[in-house]
């Protein structure tokens, strides 16, 4: 019998009882990659639909080879591949912000590649792939990793690979290690990136003058990486959301317990609000703010603010002094005079960029840009507390983002909502806290419908570079029957955007549409659930029984699925 110390210590390095116990749990695999219960990889067929954007004329110039060589065509699993090619060595790296069941991408590469292939991991992302930071994963490697959260295994950064010379970093690791494929696993940002090195490595990469096939894998918490019924979601979704539903349920149930407090509460995703609606469909608070809706109403601040407070006012007059707002991270890039201040900060400072790298945060920096904005602008700045301004003033990521995980928006609201409610009634009780609940989101080990989903697409990954595809990014549709493998082309994403102050080739992000089914469902409730407390409180996320089959309750909807199970 072991002593309690010496279990304690067994736990260590992610052996606790429950990483060991999920470990454990038999991921459910789409019926494409089984024959007589044995895993293979699938040949793919053309759908006989090609996947097109406003710009793919324009694409299709820029990416000659591997646009000619897809045809912008969706393809699906059709059948086993009995005529796999060995020995391929395939790297795999992940790219951007980590999401839960990241991992099980990798078990599911190499699993469907088998001992035949070699599977190699890229430590730290793209910047890994630069600098030749890969080892060769072994089958013990993936039976620790599988069904736990995280990104650690390999980790991650957001380097974006676009001069000449990481080109020629990335074909000297090509050659170094003998590649004749990368995985990259990322958002949208990281998949653009994909198509562009999937164009670059096209040929003459090797000694015989083939090249090497680069296939993107679509992860992101955020969400706004889905193309209908052909991408329903990105994975680490469900995870997150899961998350935040049970933290923002657990505050829910306190607030008419303590009977005092509004909670103003931002959840993270960058730009696109699918992590608040998704939340908000599970827990039901008073308010919850879509960004995309300020964004077509053309909601100003204070109608934000004004909106906020008259519900603040509204319950306390019925004797509620209490509520949850969940606010989403992006919303201040949608609020029409900040769309415009923000976009000619982003022009100006990538104008500015070597001059602005030596003044001093603060009014250093504040009052070099001051100087070369509009008077709009410029007055608008100045109505904004410090802590916003420096945060909008802050560098960009190297694909040109805002960083609006740093800017305290739950803040702002909350100063100025105070000092409308006091003008509209100065008897109401007011009292707050602020929350932020972003990282806590990412990392935690996969619900049931991650793990699954991201196996699946890591068994439909390494099928398409067994079946020699480049340039496509895996996906699996029908999450509500069966599942069922398919890629998509990358270049048939593309569309020109304004990045960095100039125009450039991106997979479009997808907002929330204020006329889909999941926001028509919200905006049908939300009056009722401003008026009383109909919360409910989701609890912790599960791996068994039946609560462990739900999938986001926004894909459901908006997929028109008939049920809120998934069922592979
Ligand atoms: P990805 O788009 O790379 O998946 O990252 C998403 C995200 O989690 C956003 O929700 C958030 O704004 C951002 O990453 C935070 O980035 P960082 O990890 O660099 O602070």
């Not at 990335?170 to 990259?184: F, G, N, R």
């Amino acid at each position: 019998m072991k002593d309690l110390k010496t279990l304690l210590n067994e736990a260590e390095s992610c052996n606790s009882l429950f990483e060991n116990s999920i470990r454990a749990v038999e991921i459910p695999t789409c019926k494409d990659f089984l024959k007589d219960g044995v895993l293979h990889p699938v040949k793919f067929s053309s759908m006989g639909k090609p996947l097109t954007t406003k710009d793919t004329e324009k694409v299709n110039t820029a990416f000659p080879k591997t646009s000619t060589a897809s045809g912008n065509q969706i393809v699906e699993a059709n059948g086993i591949n009995d005529n796999v090619i060995h020995n391929k060595r395939v790297a795999v790296l992940f790219s951007g912000g980590p999401a839960a069941g990241g991992h099980n991408v990798v078990v599911g590469l190499k699993r469907i590649l088998g001992n035949n292939n070699t599977l190699l991991g890229v430590k730290a992302g793209p910047k890994g792939l630069l600098e030749g930071n890969l080892f060769e994963i072994s089958d013990s490697d993936v039976n620790k990793i599988v069904n736990t959260g995280g990104f650690d295994f390999l980790g991650s950064d957001r380097t974006k690979i676009k001069t000449d010379s990481q080109f020629h970093q990335v074909k000297e690791t090509c050659i170094k290690y003998k590649l004749d494929a990368i995985v990259v696993i990322g958002g949208d940002d990281s998949n653009t990136n994909a198509a562009v090195l999937a164009e670059f490595l096209f040929k003459n990469i090797k000694e015989d003058g083939s090249g090497v096939q680069v296939i993107g894998v679509p992860k992101t918490i955020d969400g706004d990486l889905q193309i209908g019924d052909l991408l329903p979601i990105s994975f680490g979704f469900d995870t997150a959301t899961k998350i935040y539903s049970e933290l923002v349920g657990n505050i829910l149930q306190d607030t008419p317990s303590s009977r005092k407090y509004w909670h103003f509460i931002k959840l993270m995703g960058r730009s696109a609000s699918h992590v608040a609606l998704e939340v908000a469909l599970q827990t039901k608070p008073a308010i919850t703010l879509i960004s995309e809706e300020i964004a077509e109403k053309k909601m100003s601040l204070e109608e934000i603010v004004d909106s906020i407070a008259k519900v603040v006012v509204s319950r306390a007059k019925k004797g509620i002094n209490h509520g949850v707002i969940l606010i989403p991270e992006g919303i201040i890039e949608f609020i029409p005079e900040m769309t415009a201040l923000i976009s000619e900060l982003n022009e100006k400072m990538a104008e500015f960029k070597d001059i602005l790298a030596n003044k001093e945060p603060g009014e250093e920096k504040r009052d070099f840009i001051y100087a070369k904005l509009t008077a709009t602008n410029t007055k608008l700045m100045a109505t904004l507390p410090d802590y916003i301004e420096d945060m909008l003033l802050a560098d960009r990521d190297s694909h040109g983002n805002l960083q609006v995980s740093l800017i305290p928006t739950e803040r702002l609201l909350i100063d100025m909502t105070a000092r409308r409610v006091k003008e509209l009634d100065t008897h109401v009780k007011f009292n707050t806290h602020n929350h932020f609940f972003g990282y806590e989101g990412r990392c935690g080990a996969p619900t049931l419908f991650d793990a699954t989903y991201t196996y699946n697409l890591g068994l439909t990954a390494g099928s398409l570079i067994l079946a020699d595809k480049t340039g496509y990014i895996a996906s699996i549709m029908n999450l509500d029957h069966g599942g069922k493998p398919i890629a998509l082309p990358l270049t048939g994403l593309l569309n020109i955007e304004r990045r960095h102050g100039h125009d450039e080739m991106v997979i479009e992000k997808a907002l929330v549409e204020v006329n889909s089914n999941a926001f028509k469902y919200f905006s049908s409730r939300r009056e009722t659930w401003a008026s009383s407390d109909l919360f409910s409180s989701p609890g912790p996320r599960q791996l068994w029984g039946p609560a462990s089959q739900q999938i986001p309750v926004t894909v459901a909807l908006n997929r028109k699925y008939t049920s809120l199970l998934f069922d592979f």
